[in-house]
C-alpha cells in the first residue's frame, strides 16, 4: 500500500539519516583524537612511514600537487575548510593575502595557528562543524585538502551548494585528495607488502560503502567516511551542479581539482 510505502521510506531516510550525524560526528572525533599524530602522515614517519621508496615516492606526489597549486596561484582572500594541522595553510599563506581557516577540531586549529604563527598574514581560525556553518563574507578562493574524500554522498550537494554561496561571483576552488585507499596504487607495492602495511597501520578502507575503520595510538577506534572518487565521475557530478572544473590525478597517490562556477567563465 502507498501510504505504508511511503511511511517505510521515510522510515528508512530517518535512520539513514541518523547514521550520517552518527557518523560525522565519529568523524570529528576522532580528527579531534588524532590532532597530535596527524602530521606524522603527511610527514611519513612513525606509523605512516613505510620505508624509503614509499616515502620518495609520497614526497615526488607532493611536488606534482605543489606545482599545479602554484599554477592555480591561489591569491586574494582564501577560505580554507577543513584546515586541520596546517599542512596545506602553509603553503597557501605562499600567494593568499588572507586565509579564514575553518576545521572541527580546536585541537588541530592549535597545532596550525602555531604553524602559521609567522606567516605574515591574517590567519582567522573559525571551530565549526563545516555542515551548519556559514560563511559571513565571500572569498575569491575556497581551499579544501583531504576533506572532499569525508564527504558523505547524502551531503554531497549542500556541501558544494556552500562552497558556491562562499565564493565570489568570479572565485574559484581548489581541492586535492587521496585518490585510492593508501598505497593501494603504489607502483612499488607488492601484494604482501600491501597486506602487511594494512596490518600494521590497522585502517581497513570499506570502499564500496564510503566507510573506513580508523584507529589513533591509543588504540580507540573511530568510524569515518572516506569516498573515493575517479575524475572523470566527479567532473561529471561537478559539471551537472553548474560548475566548471578541471579534475586530474597525479601519478598514483592523489586526485585533484580546480574550477569556477560555469556561468562566470
Ligand atoms: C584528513 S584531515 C585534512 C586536514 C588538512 N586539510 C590537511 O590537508 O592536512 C580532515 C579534517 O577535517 C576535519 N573535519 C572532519 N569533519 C569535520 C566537520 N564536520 N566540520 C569541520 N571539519 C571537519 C577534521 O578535524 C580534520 O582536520
Redesign the pocket.
Known amino acids: 500500500m502507498a501510504t505504508v510505502g511511503g511511511d517505510s521510506r521515510r522510515k528508512d531516510d530517518a535512520a539513514a539519516a541518523t547514521n550520517v550525524s552518527v557518523l ?1 560526528a565519529d ?2 572525533a576522532y ?2 583524537a588524532r590532532a597530535p599524530e ?1 602530521d606524522q602522515w ?1 610527514a611519513r614517519e612513525g606509523p605512516s612511514d613505510f620505508g624509503p621508496e614509499f616515502n620518495a615516492a609520497w614526497a615526488s606526489e607532493i611536488d606534482a600537487v605543489g606545482a599545479v597549486l602554484s599554477a592555480f596561484n591561489p591569491t586574494g582572500e582564501v577560505l580554507e575548510l ?4 596546517g ?2 595553510t602553509v603553503e597557501l599563506a605562499r600567494w593568499a593575502k588572507a586565509i579564514t581557516a ?4 580546536p585541537e ?1 586549529l592549535e597545532i596550525n595557528r602555531a604553524k602559521l604563527s609567522q606567516a605574515g598574514i591574517p590567519v582567522e581560525y573559525v571551530t ?4 551548519a556553518w556559514e560563511p559571513s563574507r565571500r572569498y575569491d578562493v575556497v581551499f ?4 572532499l574524500s ?1 564527504v558523505p554522498v547524502e551531503r554531497f550537494d549542500a556541501f558544494w551548494a556552500f562552497v558556491a554561496r562562499s565564493l565570489r561571483p568570479d572565485g574559484r576552488f581548489f581541492f586535492v585528495d587521496s585518490a585510492g585507499p593508501e598505497w593501494s596504487r603504489f607502483s612499488g607495492a607488492s601484494e604482501a607488502d600491501s597486506e602487511s602495511t594494512v596490518r600494521r597501520v590497522r585502517t581497513p578502507t570499506d570502499v564500496a560503502a564510503d566507510v573506513a575503520l580508523r584507529e589513533v595510538a591509543d588504540g580507540r577506534q573511530f568510524h569515518i567516511v572516506k569516498r573515493f572518487w575517479t575524475p572523470d565521475a566527479l567532473r561529471g557530478e561537478l559539471e551537472a551542479r553548474g560548475w566548471e572544473a578541471t579534475v586530474a590525478e597525479t601519478a598514483w597517490a592523489f586526485i585533484y581539482g580546480h574550477g569556477r562556477r560555469s556561468d562566470h567563465l
Not at 577543513?82 to 594541522?85: K, L, R, V, Y
Open positions: 560525522m568523524q570529528i580528527y579531534r596527524y603527511w577543513a584546515a586541520g594541522t599542512g596545506l575553518v576545521d572541527a577540531s588541530a565549526a562543524d563545516l555542515f579544501f585538502s583531504f576533506w569525508h
